[in-house]
Each structure stands twice: as structure tokens, then as C-alpha cells.
């Protein structure tokens, strides 16, 4: 088996704060490998952005990664200086940014910031980059590119403005593309044209993708493996269809019952995964998901669990993996479930900071 294109050790990233530390990013690991295309889902808050920033050494101040290792076919993208990691972005690897209309210059012609992206990298000389932004619009099917290419970014409608930020991180033919909520603000329609479109150009060049996202809709149709993040660590990873079809950890679980799914005729209600993630610089003891779990015990607010093997290819963080519950008990546990203010949660969080 070859190696994979992206491999990630461990990987730390905080941010120092007036509050204190935030573990942003806590001790994370997987691989990408080439051609592959790899789901992070997880609530807002859980880690997806900031290990993404990481891996193109985009963390914002006064954040930073504190150790861990980010290898790019076997180069450690930790240890590179300012020059080899300006090569690396936009070369290598590019990002699709969640807010299109705020990642795109307002009075620069989007022809012109497509054109920009390849020749600050030295990737294409200015005459060659100014032939390929037409054929880049039309690949990513931006009508009448020729005369578009001469617009500003506000000219365009929200997925269009998306096509050409795709257009723009494919400039440089890169090997691993990061789109980060790429259908975010886009009504159904476009999201389903964005989402062919990735799956496209996965199918016809050959790019691994790492897609984060909320839509495990998205994830179900366009990729084959899928990490589930919470409170910056991976509480399971594995196969789409076996984590679909057997989640064991109970946050996975509760986050694919908390969508209606039109696969499968269910007869009970859909599960509301209650309370708030933790606050990353108190974080509590033992398993991070523990304060919202319906199927907690003793040694759950005590211990943390490691991620370990529990089925081929699949891995979980937990000491109640959902294999050992019966359905009397899931159904039990949801109907019992008590409503949790919200409301009330946050005005706590907020009296603590203060006195901090």
C-alpha cells in the first residue's frame, strides 16, 4: 500500500488567551490518502476549521501549533520556514474557505484573482495563467466564462461566487484540496451542482479532498471515509457506510438520529443532542461528552477513553460503545431525556468568565 499524502501525528493546536488556554485542536491523528476524499463533521466549535488551518499553517493569532506532526507526502509541514511553506499552499494543497464573498477581493476582477493565484506562486508564467482562467471557469461550469471572467466578485451569485473560489484553489493543480462548508448559504439546487462538481473533479484529476462539513447528507453521497470531531479530539473514525450503519460512539450516534433520513422508515422521534460542546479551557474530566450523554456511567466522568479499534477499519472513544445497548434502553434514554436550558447554560459560562 502506497503511502498517504497527508498524514497528521498528533497534532496540537492552542491559543493563548486571557482566559486561559484553548485546546483547540487536542492530540489528533488520521491520513488522507491520494485520490481519496475524507469527511470531518462535528458541531460547531469541535476543531474541523482549526485543523484545517493547521495543515496549511493558517492558524490565526494568538494561536499556535504546540507540537504534533503534519507530513506532506513525507515532509513535515511543522518544521518548514516561511518560503517552503508559501510553496506548499496553493501548490500542493489549497482551501475552498466557508464564506466565499468574504475570501474574495471586492474590487478585483475574479478573473484577475484566479490569474493572481497561479502566478504568485510561479506555478505559470502571466501569459499562461491569463489563457487558463476561461477553461478553469468552464470546468467548474461558470456560464459564459469569457465574458464573466471580467466581473467582480459581487456580480456573481452566491454559488457562482463558490465556483470560482473552487476554480481558484485548482489553479494550481494541487494534490489535496480543503473545502470548508463549500454549500454553506447555498439553497439545494446549487449545493447539489457544488457538490457533483467536487466529486467530478475527484473522479477526473485524481484530487483527495477533505471536506468539512455538518451535512452528513453531503458526507453519505460523496465520500468513502469519515472522522467525527468533539472538543477537538476524534471521538470516531471509519468507512461512511459502516459508521453509518453501526455508529459505536454515542455522539456519532446522536448526531445521525438528529436528521430526518429518507433511507429508512423510523418510527421514534429524532434525538436532540442536549446542552452546549464544553468550554475549551475548562474542559471536564474524564470523557469530554460525558456532561451530554444519555448512556453515561460512573467511569465516564472519571476516565478518558482512548481511541481504539472496534471494528475493521473503524475506531471509537468510549466506554459505552453502542453495540453494548440494547434498543429498549436508546428508546428509554431518549424518551427520558430531560430539556436542558440552553439559555441558562450560557448565562453560567458567562458569570464564570467573569469572576475568571
Known amino acids: 500500500m502506497s503511502e498517504p499524502i497527508l498524514r497528521v501525528e498528533d497534532l496540537r493546536t492552542q491559543f493563548f488567551t486571557s ?26 466549535g469541535c476543531g474541523k476549521t482549526i485543523t484545517a488551518l493547521s495543515i496549511l499553517r493558517l492558524v ?6 504546540v507540537s504534533g506532526k503534519i507530513l506532506f507526502k513525507g515532509r513535515d509541514i511543522v518544521e518548514m520556514d516561511s518560503e517552503e511553506v508559501r510553496d506548499y499552499r496553493g501548490n500542493d494543497v489549497a482551501m475552498i474557505f466557508q464564506d466565499p464573498m468574504t475570501s474574495m477581493n471586492p474590487v478585483t476582477k475574479v478573473g484577475a484573482q484566479i490569474k493572481e493565484a497561479m502566478t504568485a506562486h ?24 469569457e465574458r464573466r471572467v471580467s466581473d467582480y466578485p459581487h456580480q456573481f451569485s452566491g454559488g457562482m461566487r463558490q465556483r470560482a473560489m473552487i476554480a481558484m484553489g485548482l489553479a494550481n493543480e494541487p494534490s489535496l484540496l480543503i473545502a470548508d462548508e463549500p454549500t454553506t448559504a447555498l439553497d439545494v439546487t446549487v449545493q447539489a451542482q457544488v457538490i457533483q462538481l467536487l466529486k467530478q473533479l475527484n473522479r477526473e484529476l485524481g484530487t483527495a479532498i477533505v471536506l468539512i462539513t455538518h451535512n452528513t447528507a453531503l458526507v453519505a453521497s460523496m465520500c468513502s471515509r469519515v472522522i467525527v470531531m468533539y472538543a477537538g479530539r476524534i471521538v470516531e473514525e471509519g468507512p461512511v457506510d459502516q459508521i453509518f450503519a453501526r455508529p459505536e460512539h454515542p455522539y456519532t450516534w446522536s448526531l445521525l438520529r438528529s436528521v430526518p433520513r429518507v433511507d429508512e422508515a423510523r418510527k421514534g422521534r429524532l434525538v436532540s443532542i442536549r446542552g452546549l460542546p464544553p468550554d475549551l479551557v475548562r474542559m ?66 458567562m458569570r464564570s468568565d467573569a469572576r475568571a
Open 19 to 44: 482566559r486561559g488556554v484553548v485546546r483547540a485542536v487536542d492530540g489528533v491523528s488520521f491520513h488522507v490518502d491520494a485520490g481519496e476524499t475524507v469527511a470531518v463533521v462535528g458541531e460547531s
Open 122 to 145: 510561479d506555478r505559470f508564467s502571466p501569459a499562461e495563467a491569463a489563457k487558463r482562467v476561461v477553461p478553469l471557469l468552464k470546468r467548474v461550469r461558470v456560464p459564459a466564462a
Open 60 to 65: 490565526p493569532e494568538p494561536g499556535r501549533i
Open 284 to 349: 471536564p474530566p474524564g470523557c469530554k461528552f460525558h456532561p451530554r450523554c444519555l448512556f453515561k456511567v460512573d467511569k465516564c466522568s472519571k476516565e478518558e477513553p482512548e481511541l481504539e479499534e472496534v471494528a475493521p477499519g473503524q475506531q471509537a472513544r468510549c466506554w459505552v460503545m453502542m453495540s453494548t445497548v440494547s434498543e429498549e434502553t436508546r428508546e428509554a434514554a431518549q424518551t427520558s431525556e430531560v430539556a436542558f436550558d440552553v439559555a441558562a447554560e450560557i448565562k453560567k459560562r
